[in-house]
């Protein structure tokens, strides 16, 4: 194996972000089929190993393989691809020249990131050019007059709160009594102390399962799903056990099921107008699900970010609330503000048993004391006017949805999708394996947005599919797909972009 000359090893092991010489651990390998699984075929490729490197290259960038793993034994990966020990012996080199990887004598290959690059899923929530209509994030922005108005509403209270540590690991009791109440407005009784108060819905999926799991247990997630919770479950070393969601929505057998043989120790689902699909589980699948999560141990972690944005339908009650008695101590409900008002408050929660919420609140000052003062506030007064602001927002993504599927109907009518009863975006059917590549040609019109298979649990599918937001002004939303439609024309271009971006996205 050609190995970096040994000061360059050494100027790479003392590397500040990186693993110290001798202190990788070995327990973090990828496999020579789970890489070769990952790849694009090589036939037709030329120069093959420039190919290879180039997709692992885009795979680290995406996060779907992680920094700091063991690559394969070149012998074992040039055996698992069908191509030369040479040829893996070019990958290696041409990702070590670029800063993708590195080695050491004894160790092996290890993925780096090369300096000055950002993990993808980091450039995914940075704002884009003026000219680039983004439409990768499904976040509504809150109306500045309903911020303006709560702010000069907390100040004298945000004064108060200044003469006190500002500490509250568990959140503003206030806050808490609140997220408390609404919970039991909903069907679901809950008092404070089931309440823990998080920087966002993904906060409180890490504090449970930093708690509750360890690396190597299994978690049933759906598939598609949210990628910010999957990448969270790849980085705690979690095995993930799919269960499909289709147009259809779930399939409460097939869930039962995995329940029953694969035993997980936490289930992860979104069950109210699903991310990406825009589901709405039914009343009846919600109590077969609690039933089998409590028949086999299984904690349940239910998001509920999207639940009160029900567009067609009554809002849904809490899942928890279908459990019989007894049932809803493995229930974990966790919510934010993220998508009914504004990202940027960054104020999620969880509703768990007390016990367990003691537990968290415990571990979370571990890595966070607790959260903004200004912000909980903020969010005290914005869910006490939730009767005023929820209906316009519910009217205006209405009116986006609506402009968004007269617009794909008269552009792109080939495209075949499903109205959602509510939540953010539509899941559309291309009719081919184009997604990736079309993300990518897209962002050359002036258009971001994510692939399918940016939403799978396993690279190489959902490739047919895009998640189009209707976040956006109606106007807006039609130019993003006359654009789309533009780029899908270019079919040169597209094709040459699917042959580089294929499996990798």
């Not at 499909?244 to 979104?270: C, H, K, M, N």
Request: proline content about 8%; hydrophobic content about 45%.
């Amino acid at each position: 194996m050609a190995l970096p000359d040994s000061s360059a090893g050494s100027l790479a092991d003392s590397h500040p972000l990186r693993p110290s010489a001798g202190r990788e651990r070995s327990d973090r390998a990828l496999g020579s089929r789970q890489l070769a699984a990952m790849l694009p075929d090589l036939a037709g490729a030329r120069p093959a190993y420039r190919h290879v490197a180039q997709a692992i290259g885009a795979l680290i960038l995406d996060g779907r393989i992680a920094l700091h793993v063991r690559l394969p034994a070149e012998r074992e990966l040039a055996t698992a691809l069908d191509a030369s020990r040479a040829t893996v012996t070019a990958v290696y080199d041409l990702l070590r020249e670029q800063g993708f990887a590195r080695s050491r004598q004894g160790a092996g290959t290890w993925t780096d990131l090369p300096e000055g690059r950002s993990p993808r899923r980091v450039t995914r929530l940075l704002g884009p050019e003026d000219t680039v209509i983004d439409l990768a994030r499904a976040a509504p922005g809150l109306p500045g007059q309903a911020l303006t108005d709560a702010l000069a509403h907390i100040a004298p209270q945000l004064a108060e709160h200044a003469h006190t540590p500002g500490y509250h690991p568990y959140g503003l009791p206030e806050l808490r009594a609140a997220i408390a109440e609404r919970f039991t407005r909903r069907g679901l009784a809950t008092v404070p102390e089931q309440i823990l108060v998080t920087s966002g819905a993904q906060h409180a999926l890490t504090l449970a399962m930093g708690l509750l799991c360890r690396p190597g247990d299994r978690v049933m997630t759906e598939n598609p799903s949210y990628p910010n919770a999957l990448e969270a479950m790849r980085r705690a070393g979690l095995r993930t056990v799919p269960v499909p969601v289709t147009d259809t929505g779930w399939d409460i057998e097939v869930i039962e099921s995995t329940l029953r043989q694969a035993v997980p120790r936490l289930a992860y689902l979104i069950p109210d107008f699903h991310n990406p699909t825009g589901c709405l589980m039914p009343r009846q699948q919600r109590v077969r699900l609690l039933r089998a999560a409590q028949s086999s141990g299984t904690w349940l972690v239910v998001d509920e970010t999207l639940a009160d944005l029900a567009l067609d339908v009554p809002r849904p009650e809490p899942l928890a609330s279908h459990a019989t008695p007894g049932g809803a101590g493995q229930v974990i409900t966790i919510g934010s503000m993220s998508k009914t008002h504004w990202a940027g408050l960054r104020i999620g929660w969880l509703r768990a048993p007390a016990r367990l919420v003691t537990e968290l609140a415990g571990q979370r000052v571990a890595t966070d004391m607790g959260g903004s003062v200004l912000d909980q506030l903020l969010a005290l007064t914005l869910l006490a006017q939730a009767g005023e602001l929820l209906p316009n927002r519910l009217d205006q993504l209405r009116e986006q949805r609506a402009a968004l599927a007269a617009a794909l109907a008269e552009h792109l009518p080939q495209w075949s999708r499903q109205l959602p009863p509510g939540g953010l975006s539509l899941w559309v059917d291309l009719g081919e394996p184009i997604a990736s590549a079309l993300a990518e040609r897209a962002l050359d019109y002036g258009v971001r947005i994510e692939g399918g298979a940016y939403f799978a649990t396993d690279p190489g599918i959902f490739e047919q599919r895009l998640r189009i937001p209707y976040t956006l002004p109606p106007d807006t939303l039609r130019e993003a797909v006359r654009r789309m439609a533009r780029a899908l024309a270019d079919g040169p271009a597209l094709a040459s972009a699917a042959r580089r971006s294929h499996w990798v996205a």
